[in-house]
Each structure stands twice: as C-alpha cells, then as structure tokens.
C-alpha cells in the first residue's frame, strides 16, 4: 500500500505544478498591450576643437 500512497501523492504533486505551470504561462503571455518602438544612437559632434 505505501507505494500507491506514494505514486497518489506524485501525481496529485504533478496536477498542482502542471496547474501553477499553466497559470504562470498564462500570466507571462496576457502581460497587455506591447510597445513597437526602435532604439538608436545618435552622435553628435559639438563644434569645440576636442570634440
């Protein structure tokens, strides 16, 4: 009988963490609306001899 306990209490642990997996995975993907954007650098010469 302990193995059974055993294997019940794995598989109640696996339907928590397969549940806790989905919610989190649901979270990270419904994060809300996305900023589309560029990044750049731009440099500029100021004008003074040791620029």
Sequence with gaps: MKMNEDLSKIRQRISQLSK????LENKIMNTGDILKASY????????????
């Design 20 to 23: 806790r997996r989905q919610m």
């Design 40 to 51: 750049y650098e731009r440099f500029i010469v100021c004008g003074k001899p040791n620029c």
